[in-house]
């Protein structure tokens, strides 16, 4: 057992570093510097791309969107009036014909 | 080989419905009658187009009837040419299309001849004791127009749409009103 409290004594025993300690960690950090810097404003630049292509084609998307909606609208409008026109058309044709034939089978009511 | 029977096939769906379909068409002529015509109507709504016309139209009791009258039809085709003197039109354009309705889909069910030259028409397709198909001719010296109404149809649905979205209730005053009304 003492001869366990030595070792863990002198494992955690206060040692001063080397002169040169601090010198070398700022020399090492210095050297980490500029690639994680570079690293981080590549991310940025990447994550601005992406941004930029994503608002690009939000921007796209919704406009079709908008002129697609609009087109239908237009096409729509117009459909229900050829529709409306159409059943005019016929209904006179039709109504004109009817008179016709009414006028054939009893002239004495158009005579009227 | 199972992409020679799938090209098989595809071009069989391709061919078919074409082949089987008895869709009146209207002579490549009609088109160049707008050009010598005063007043011309062109309106041609296939099924996809008039679903979308019904989607557009009113809760009120005429755009309802409306819709109730051609959620089941296939296809309106209206041709309209109002000229300003005689003889603008020949009746081969009209023979053209009397030639395609022919018995047993076909039949006329009215036809009206007028010493002034208004002749007027009326077919329909029956398929059982259903009215499939309506075409209505009506050829007059300054006026050709026809009328194609592809799909179910009740007629009686479409009387009733008379006095209603400018057609003309049917009176004694027949086609005077109508001129009236149409000014």
């Known amino acids: ?112 | 080989m199972r992409l020679i029977s799938f090209k098989i096939a595809l071009g069989l769906a391709l061919i078919l419905p074409a082949w089987g379909s008895d869709d009146i068409k209207f002579p490549a002529n009609l088109d160049r009658l707008a050009e010598r015509a005063k007043e011309s109507v062109d309106v041609t709504l296939d099924s996809s187009m008039l679903q979308l016309a019904s989607g557009f139209l009113s809760n009120d009791p005429d755009d309802r009837q409306v819709k109730k009258l051609v959620s089941k039809l296939k296809g309106i085709y209206v041709r309209s040419f109002e000229f300003d003197k005689e003889g603008q039109y020949s009746m081969s354009d009209v023979q053209a299309i009397r030639s395609q309705l022919k018995a047993p889909g076909w039949s006329r069910i009215v036809g009206v001849r007028s010493t002034k030259g208004e002749n007027s028409e009326v077919y329909l397709k029956k398929t059982g004791n259903e009215i499939d198909g309506l075409v209505v001719i009506d050829a007059e010296p300054k006026e050709l127009t026809l009328v194609h109404i592809d799909g179910p149809i009740n007629p009686e649905e479409l009387n009733e749409l008379s006095g209603h979205m400018g057609i003309p209730k049917l009176g004694k005053s027949g086609p005077e009103k109508r001129s009236k009304e149409e000014q």
């Open chain 1, 1 to 112: 057992m003492n001869r366990f409290e030595d070792e863990l004594k002198r494992a955690l025993t206060r040692r001063q570093p080397s002169e040169d300690f601090t010198a070398r960690v700022l020399a090492a950090a210095r050297r980490g510097e500029p690639e994680q810097k570079d690293r981080r404003n590549d991310r940025r630049a990447w994550l601005c791309w992406a941004f930029a292509v994503l608002a690009a084609l939000l921007l796209v998307l919704s406009g079709d969107a908008v002129y697609q909606h609009r087109t239908r609208i237009v096409k729509g409008h117009e459909a229900k009036r050829q529709l409306l026109l159409a059943m005019r058309i016929t209904g006179k044709e039709l109504q004109q014909v009817r008179w016709h034939v009414r006028k054939i089978s009893t002239p004495e009511i158009v005579a009227q």
